[in-house]
């Protein structure tokens, strides 16, 4: 979305942009309840070799040593490598299925992971105050996460930070799978979520409109995979119908997929252009605090 054109009024962007961020009302409830029926596919995530967020953290920061904290880490990929490479981790999730996989992996690293601190809740619930962690972590880390949901929850990562915020997002998502199946079920055809490069912008904006000077760049990713329906059934369910997806929407996925089975597999074709924004909090300008 952008600011109103052609417009005889003064637009304080601020407020524009901040209004656009602040429209956002997320089901925390639904959340919790989506990721925690995820959890299983989730944890099956891993880190590549040319991960872009891991390789750049890795060239701005000394992961040896440094606090880390990831919000909404999921299966808690990042989260491990982060650990591996020496830093000390904090993690929040709101999914305790999540929680309890990322669990098995870090126990899994022994010594490197004896430090790590892993909290159910959502980010909105969090008190950073009660935790102490107030300008505690030299990396706050947001990897697809729904957490900045308000620009409340966007201050709030800034207050945790003393060094970077690293966040990246999807601005652009293609499925062919999913194409096929709003097809069979009547459904509007519509891309893979509700974010948008808008969303991205909207962020760069705002840190820019207070102070901060953020880093932004942009990478798509191509690939065609396969896997079972019972791997897929969740993720497709919650992209056709999201909290309305029942019992019965389930059962008829589920066939659905089964027909398109090949060697007990079902394909499809993808496509994702990620945002991904780098800020160190302690370069801000003199003049926007």
Excluded at 22 to 29: I, V
Excluded at 50 to 60: E, M, N, Y
Excluded at 72 to 92: D, P
């Amino acid at each position: 979305m952008q600011p109103p054109g052609n417009s005889p009024h003064v637009i304080d962007l601020n407020t524009w942009f901040s209004e656009q961020l602040d429209a956002q009302h997320p089901d925390l409830q639904y959340s919790e309840q989506l990721w925690d029926r995820r959890a299983a596919e989730v944890s099956s995530f891993t880190v590549s070799a040319d991960d872009l967020a891991l390789q750049t953290v890795q060239q701005r920061l000394q992961l040896a040593g440094s606090r880390v904290l990831e919000i909404s880490f999921g299966g808690g990929r990042h989260l491990l490598e982060f650990a591996r490479h020496g830093a000390r981790i904090s993690g929040v999730e709101i999914s305790a299925n999540m929680i309890a996989h990322t669990r098995d992996k870090l126990r899994q690293l022994g010594p490197l992971s004896q430090d790590s601190e892993l909290i159910q809740s959502a980010w909105e619930n969090i008190d950073l105050a009660q935790l102490g962690w107030e300008q505690a972590f030299d990396l706050v880390f947001l990897y697809m996460s729904p957490a900045i949901s308000s620009t409340a929850m966007l201050r709030k990562v800034l207050r945790a930070s003393r060094g970077h915020v690293y966040l990246a997002l999807y601005c652009d998502r293609s499925d062919s799978l999913l194409g096929e199946l709003q097809d069979e079920f009547g459904l509007e055809r519509r891309s893979v979520g509700s974010k948008g490069a808008d969303d991205v912008y909207q962020l760069f904006n705002l840190l820019y409109q207070w102070g901060y000077f953020p880093e932004l760049r942009f990478e798509e990713r191509s690939k065609t995979s396969a896997h079972p329906p019972a791997y897929l059934l969740e993720r497709y369910a919650s992209w056709l119908w999201r909290e309305q997806a029942d019992d019965t929407r389930r059962e008829q996925l589920h066939a659905a997929l089964e027909r398109r089975t090949d060697n007990e597999l079902v394909s499809t074709r993808s496509r994702d252009i990620v945002g991904h924004l780098l800020l160190d909090t302690r370069l801000r300008s003199s003049l926007r605090r």
